[in-house]
C-alpha cells in the first residue's frame, strides 16, 4: 500500500507561480495512476491533473490546461504539479491521489489510496 503526503500549499498571487509536492512511500509512484484533486470551499472535489502508469500520458481539466504541468521523478519518488499563472478561482485544497483504474483516471472513483491534503491560496 502507498502512502502519499503533499506539501508545497500556501499563498500565491494571480500570475505567479507554485509548485505542490507529493512524496510517496510503500510503492513507487510509477506503479500507479497519480493525479491531483482540488476542493473549494462549498463545492466538491474536481479532477485536475493525472499522469498513467503506462505510458507517462498526462490528462488536464480544461479549467487548468496549458497553465498548470503535472510530473514524476521516479529517484525520489514524487509527483509534482506546477501552477503556472494561478487565478483566484484556483484557490482550493489540493489533494495527490494514486489508483489503477485507466477507464476512470479522471474520476474521484478511479483512486484508491489519498493525501491529507495543501492549502492554495490564489489572491487576486
Known amino acids: 500500500q502507498v502512502q502519499l503526503v503533499e506539501s508545497g500549499g500556501g499563498l500565491v498571487q494571480a500570475g505567479g507561480s507554485l509548485r505542490l509536492s507529493c512524496a510517496a512511500s510503500g510503492r513507487p509512484v510509477s506503479a500507479y495512476n497519480m493525479a491531483w484533486f482540488r476542493q473549494a470551499p462549498g463545492k466538491s472535489r474536481e479532477f485536475v491533473a493525472t499522469?498513467?502508469?503506462?505510458?507517462?500520458?498526462?490528462d488536464y481539466a480544461n479549467s487548468v490546461k496549458g497553465r498548470f504541468t503535472i510530473s514524476r521523478n521516479g529517484a525520489n519518488n514524487s509527483v509534482y504539479l506546477q501552477m503556472n499563472t494561478p487565478k483566484p478561482e484556483d484557490t482550493a485544497v489540493y489533494y495527490c491521489a494514486a489508483g489503477e483504474s485507466s477507464y476512470f483516471a479522471t474520476r474521484n472513483l478511479g483512486y484508491t489510496t489519498w493525501g491529507q491534503g495543501t492549502q492554495v491560496t490564489v489572491s487576486s
Open positions: 499522469i498513467r502508469r503506462s505510458g507517462g500520458s498526462r
